[in-house]
């Protein structure tokens, strides 16, 4: 890389947020851990589409403020619905929470992509009934985050 990494991946995502607002599926790989156990950055890839709908429990692609003026994007849960206005969450998170407006959501995640090609998709009920239980672990995710790094090691 020439120095300009950082440069180089906003265009990347840029003209993937294009594509999927033109109605293109875009297979985009993730970084980050902000989404364990469900989405492993550095590891996973996500099949974006435009949202045709939001409901609580998508994950989706949104643009969300920082502590200053600055904006970027995440690869969040969403965990609240008002009207227009968006709060999510990463699975992998213990109390962070952003918030956004729908016109921010960019694309919603309608399948995670493992290493070996096999894809699982959010809206399978398993999933759902998983992330489901998830949530509800919250005060004990710390734990089992901590158990599953030190088995995924």
């Not at 607002?21 to 996973?44: A, E, H, Q, Y």
């Not at 609240?80 to 206005?85: F, I, K, Q, S, V």
Request: proline content about 4%; charged content about 25%; glycine content about 8%.
């Amino acid at each position: 890389m020439n120095g300009s990494g950082k440069k180089d991946d906003s265009l990347i995502l840029a003209e993937a947020i294009r594509l999927v607002k033109s109605g293109v599926s875009v297979t985009f790989p993730v970084n980050g851990r902000s989404m364990l156990p469900f989405i492993v950055g550095g590891r996973d890839s996500v099949i974006l589409e435009k949202p045709k709908s939001l409901q609580r429990g998508d994950v989706v692609l949104a643009l969300v403020k920082t502590n200053g003026p600055e904006k970027h994007y995440v690869v969040h849960r969403i965990v609240a619905l008002d009207g227009e206005h968006v709060v999510l969450m990463g699975d992998g998170n213990l109390a962070l929470r952003e918030h956004c407006e729908v016109s921010d959501v960019c694309a919603k995640v309608i399948c995670v992509v493992k290493p070996n090609g096999k894809k699982y998709a959010m809206a399978a009920w398993q999933y759902r009934i998983a992330a489901k239980i998830w949530y509800i672990l919250l005060p004990v995710r710390r734990y089992l985050l901590w158990i599953y790094r030190k088995i995924k090691k």
